[in-house]
């Protein structure tokens, strides 16, 4: 059994997460190293539906601290079925989004407050934060430009937020990296795709 790693994947929308998280899967793999690829919300059964309630378009009317709760609690299904038993057999976990969107998006851009989210996630998860995490910095006018070209992504009911937003969470996230230096690190999410996944590797390389 190798040596467990659990590194997300955070930025706003359209930053390259996705994209960039496959690309290193496959370089892990490469190298022999057992990964589960996962995503928040989702990544079980139960929490994937969870998803879809929070992120259809049509509930407008949904309260922000029934987001803030719905999104905690398909955390704390997805981390108890999946995460944790990856990790305790000795995987890389690769998750595309963790605990810092709650802190950027509710916390910040739903004006929740940083720590009452920090505290509802607690009690879903525990302590329990990623190794590491890479945060995919980019302009939210670049990203949501890049999510609009691609046709075969679905708008989801945060895509459609406000440009004001999307930049206070942004905004949010470049806090949080101040605020954690030694387990989020920035990278420019601009550069081409080449770049970023060559940035990304060798920023995991120095916690192999
Ligand atoms: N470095 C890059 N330069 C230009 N385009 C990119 C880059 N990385 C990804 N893209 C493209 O931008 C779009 C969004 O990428 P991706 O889905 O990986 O972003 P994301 O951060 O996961 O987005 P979201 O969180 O909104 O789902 C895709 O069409 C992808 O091909
Ligand atoms: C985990 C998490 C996510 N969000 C937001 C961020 C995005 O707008 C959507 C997820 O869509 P994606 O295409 O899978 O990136 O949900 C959030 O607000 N809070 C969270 O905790």
Known sequence: MGNSLFISFEGPEGAGKTTILKLIAEKCKEQG???LTTREPGGSKIAEKIRSIIL????TEMDSRTEALLYAAARS????????????SGKFVLCDRFIDSSLAYQGV????????VHDINVFAIGDQMPD???LFDLEPEVGL???????????NRLDVESLAFHQSVREAYLQLAKKYPNRIR???ASKNVDEVVHEVWG???TYM
Do not use: C, M, W, Y
């Open 33 to 35: 190293i057992e990964v």
């Open 56 to 59: 259809d378009p049509e509930h």
């Open 77 to 88: 299904q997805h981390f108890a079925e999946k995460i944790a038993p990856a990790l305790a």
């Open 109 to 116: 851009g739903r004006n929740l407050g940083i720590d009452a």
């Open 132 to 134: 590491f995490t890479i």
């Open 145 to 155: 430009a890049r999510i609009n070209a691609n046709s075969g992504r679905e708008i």
């Open 186 to 188: 920035v990278v420019d």
């Open 203 to 205: 920023i995991l390389q």
